[in-house]
């Protein structure tokens, strides 16, 4: 642009220096067109050429001066330009550069609010799997309901206590089966002034079913949850906290009634030696009686919260076995039993408590004397298996009913109660025999059959 502003100066002056130099010419011409004299011609012509060559000087200096000025000003406002392009260059590469910092930090607190988020989530799913693991395989059935009712969620205990199908899917259709009151608007909107806990029985189960509002994140009832649990052992339990109060009622008022009546005669009146020594005897029987279920029961009492001292130590127990026996010859003789005591291996010796598996042995044999008719077969085992010395009774007494197999280990449970207290016995023995064995990490196993006879096996640990 420079350059063709100086071409077109120059061409300018040129054209200007041309004209007047023209216009000189003209007038130089017209001047000696007149003239003849040669002197006269040569005068006015060195005069022409001196003026026009100032002019030519002239012109030559005014269109420097002027070119200079116009070239000085061009190289300012180059000079300008350039600065005015550098400075906008460097406002440029600043805002780049703030552009690519901020940008470089946008970035960077995005990914670190992505990280932070992806660790949010992972925690969120980790406990998302954890509540789901819980209520998987918790014992307790859980069944989440909607506001109309609808099953949202449940888990396998719920199915398996509830015996719940497919298309038990609404509150209505799973609960409706019990015989109860339970209503989904009285727990949702009542749930102050209506009680929410049921119990219920089913087939031979018993549950518990507890209701509970849930609220969403506005305080708001967004449904129920349902938990169900199996409290069948503990409503066996407590029966049997019932019957075992009944029972022991009813075996000390026996001794105490028959003791008060023979003492109350004894005092109303005169009467022979004989009759006296006959109720006095009546007496103190009911009263041993009385003293033996007091014992058992303080026993059993003692082994129930762990205070009866357990002494283990080394012994013999084919020796224990033979011990027992001796003690218990008076009754075998009176009811004629032949008794077999075989050792069938190299026993090696057993680390129990051996005061308290002296007295389970003795129960054992006590009951085979007992329940075996005169003139019977008793064989006493005893024998090594593994870690475990062994005891085998086996009888051809009167046995025990399949159905009462299962019980005969509760407290005060006797299959024939009339023989069993005509007998001295006050249902407390094998009850505690089982509590002695475990807690000697001992074990003890009844089979029976009616008519043909009972096999109770007894195992203590060797010592190791």
Known sequence: MQKSMQNKLITIFIILGIVLIGLIGNIYIKNISSMTDVNQIVEVTKKYLLISLIVFISITIISSQILKRVLQKSMVNIVKDAGKIVTGKEKKVHLLQEGNRAKNEFMSAFDDATLEMREHLKDVDRQKKQIETILLY????????????????????????????????????????????????????LEDWTSSDRKVSMDDKYINLLFVPYKDNNQRTAGVIAVAQDI?????????RKEFVADVSHELKTPITSIM????????????????????????????RMAKLVTDLLSLSKYDNNKNKIERTEFDLGELVKKCQEKLQIEIDKKHHKVENLVTANVPLVYADKSGIERVVLNILSNSIKYTKENGNIKIYVGFVYNDAYIKVIDNGMGIPEEDLTRIFERFYRVDKARSRELGGTGLGLSIAREILNQNNGSIDIKSEVGRGTEVVIRVPTKK
């Open 232 to 240: 069948t052992e503990h409503v066996k339990l407590d029966n049997m």
């Open 261 to 288: 009546g023979y003492a109350d005669t004894l005092l109303e009146g005169e009467y022979d030696d004989a009759t006296k020594t006959k109720f006095l005897n009546v007496i103190a029987s009911e009263a041993r």
């Open 138 to 189: 918790m014992t307790d059935g859980i069944i989440a309901f909607d506001l109309e009712g609808n099953v949202t969620h449940k888990n396998l205990a719920a199915e398996r206590l509830l015996n719940l199908s497919k298309d038990d899917d609404t509150f209505e259709k799973i609960f409706s089966k019990f015989n109860v009151d339970i209503n989904l608007e009285k727990i949702i909107y």
